[in-house]
């Protein structure tokens, strides 16, 4: 870039050029589900992911990955106009996604010591390595991901 800049231009902007490259999950690694709009979408969200962490054998994820799962879908239950997608992928971490349609991402709120709601987030924050959203064509797509157990990234660099 810089080389192609005129050299007599009186102003020059800087760029930045970014470079990524993507690999091809391994079979298996993601899956996605379609949630009802309603009441049951957090217990089908919850049978979803224990199942399928059962089915990997990272059974031990299971009961922080619940209540992740169970306050994605209940925020999207009551700002995003109800779930929409429940994604779960199996990599170097371990990744919950829930969509939906509403507009605005969320935020950490600061409950009062009598609030009865409001800090769903401050425990996704706490339990888990990191958590994001991101603004999609329909609406938004809010995630949490979790440090794998060491003793499963082993097996997994193990030809």
């Known amino acids: 870039l810089v ?3 005129p050299a007599a231009a009186a102003r020059f902007d800087e760029a ?13 690694d993601l899956r996605v589900w379609e949630l009802p709009q309603d009441g049951r979408a957090a ?8 199942g399928q962490l059962a089915a990997w054998g990272l059974d031990e994820l299971a009961d922080v990955s619940e ?3 169970s306050e994605l879908v209940g925020n999207a239950l009551r700002y995003g106009n109800g779930p929409g997608e429940l994604r779960l992928l199996r990599g170097e971490r371990l990744v919950v996604e829930v969509s939906d349609t ?23 924050n706490m339990l888990c390595r990191r958590w994001g959203s991101s603004r999609t064509a329909t609406g938004k797509v809010v995630w949490a991901e979790q440090n794998m157990p060491s003793s499963v990234l082993d097996r997994r660099s193990q030809p």
């Open 3 to 5: 080389e192609r800049a």
């Open 43 to 50: 217990s089908a969200a919850r049978g979803l992911v224990t």
């Open 67 to 69: 209540l992740v799962v």
């Open 16 to 28: 930045v050029l970014l470079v990524a490259t993507s690999a091809a999950l391994p079979a298996g």
């Open 102 to 124: 509403g507009p605005d991402l969320p935020q950490i709120q600061h409950a009062g010591l009598s609030d009865e709601g409001g800090r769903g987030l401050q425990l996704i």
